[in-house]
């Protein structure tokens, strides 16, 4: 039992790279020690997965992290009975394991899961901190050192997938974007090995896809798509066949659209 808890593979060993944007590091660290859960919101691929990691090594505790999705039950969340060797046992899911051990539990795109299966975060996100198992009749309590964290893409909301005001009032809100110029192409270098002038050159190709969202493209390239063609490109791929791959066609099926990025991607390289 004390080695499922102590939950090793869930420990961040060595510290994830993260450049600061903000004052997100102290609100978080504030946040964490009043017990305050946190809602990370902004753009895919611009560094929350990544602060949460590196939050995780700076406050030393073991990080689960749940990918949402359409079929995320709250079973999923919480745990299940299992056969295990002709016995019937519980089986902790990932939510109920991080509380136990006084993880942080991650929930990326919250607003991707079921609305029945979001409700089973409310007694953890408040002032009463448990975690009720229904199927055993746990009333789970969290201890001081856990910490709930979650995370949506503003830019995706609809009617059918927003986040609740009950829910989002529960939390203390952390907005995330894109780096500015000059510290993006420091992301990417420190990321890649990329030379400078090729990383200013991949951001300043970003900036010009991120002017399209809205009108052709969902969403412009992210830092991460970014890193991805730079480290092609450290490795020997030439210029514009990085971009293609890991940038434009990754953006986009549209012909037009991809036409039209790829064209901005060759005025620059």
Same mark, same amino acid.
């Given at each position: 039992?004390?080695?499922?808890?102590?939950?090793?593979?869930?420990?961040?060993?060595?510290?994830?790279?993260?450049?600061?944007l903000?004052?997100?590091?102290?609100?978080?660290e504030?946040?964490?020690k009043?017990?305050i859960?946190?809602?990370?919101?902004?753009p895919?691929?611009?560094?929350?997965?990544?602060?949460?990691?590196?939050?995780?090594?700076?406050?030393?505790r073991?990080?689960?992290?749940?990918?949402?999705?359409?079929?995320?039950?709250?079973a999923?969340?919480v745990?299940?009975f299992?056969?295990?060797?002709?016995?019937?046992?519980?089986?902790?899911?990932p939510?109920?394991?991080a509380?136990?051990?006084?993880?942080?539990?991650?929930?990326?795109?919250?607003?991707?899961?079921?609305?029945?299966?979001?409700?089973v975060?409310?007694?953890?996100?408040?002032?009463?901190?448990v975690?009720?198992?229904? $199927?055993?009749?746990?009333l789970?309590?969290?201890?001081?050192?856990?910490?709930?964290? *979650?995370?949506?893409?503003?830019?995706?909301?609809?009617?059918?997938?927003?986040?609740?005001?009950?829910?989002?009032?529960?939390f203390?809100?952390?907005?995330?974007d894109?780096?500015?110029?000059?510290?993006e192409?420091?992301?990417? *270098?420190?990321?890649?090995?990329?030379?400078?002038?090729?990383?200013?050159?991949?951001?300043?190709?970003?900036?010009?896809?991120r002017?399209? $969202?809205?009108?052709?493209l969902?969403?412009?390239?992210?830092t991460?798509?970014?890193?991805?063609?730079?480290?092609?490109?450290?490795?020997?791929?030439?210029?514009?066949?990085?971009?293609?791959?890991?940038?434009?066609?990754t953006?986009?099926?549209?012909?037009?659209?991809?036409?039209?990025?790829?064209?901005?991607s060759?005025?620059?390289?």
């Amino acid at each position: 039992m004390a080695t499922q808890l102590k939950l090793k593979e869930y420990e961040i060993q060595s510290e994830p790279y993260y450049a600061q944007l903000g004052n997100e590091i102290d609100l978080f660290e504030a946040s964490y020690k009043n017990r305050i859960p946190v809602l990370l919101k902004g753009p895919t691929g611009c560094g929350k997965t990544r602060f949460m990691e590196h939050m995780a090594w700076r406050l030393q505790r073991p990080l689960i992290t749940v990918s949402c999705h359409d079929d995320l039950t709250a079973a999923d969340l919480v745990g299940r009975f299992l056969i295990i060797g002709g016995e019937t046992r519980w089986s902790d899911g990932p939510l109920a394991r991080a509380v136990r051990a006084g993880g942080i539990c991650y929930l990326d795109e919250i607003v991707e899961a079921r609305k029945d299966t979001t409700v089973v975060i409310h007694p953890l996100a408040d002032d009463r901190r448990v975690l009720p198992i229904e $199927k055993t009749g746990e009333l789970l309590g969290a201890p001081p050192e856990f910490c709930l964290a *979650i995370s949506y893409n503003p830019g995706y909301q609809s009617v059918l997938k927003d986040l609740k005001q009950s829910t989002r009032q529960r939390f203390v809100s952390i907005e995330f974007d894109y780096p500015d110029a000059e510290l993006e192409t420091e992301i990417v *270098i420190r990321e890649s090995g990329l030379d400078e002038d090729m990383a200013k050159r991949l951001v300043k190709f970003a900036a010009m896809t991120r002017n399209l $969202k809205g009108n052709g493209l969902e969403e412009g390239a992210s830092t991460r798509l970014l890193v991805h063609a730079a480290k092609l490109m450290a490795c020997g791929v030439s210029p514009p066949v990085a971009c293609r791959g890991a940038i434009c066609e990754t953006l986009t099926d549209d012909p037009d659209m991809l036409k039209a990025v790829s064209e901005l991607s060759a005025s620059l390289f």
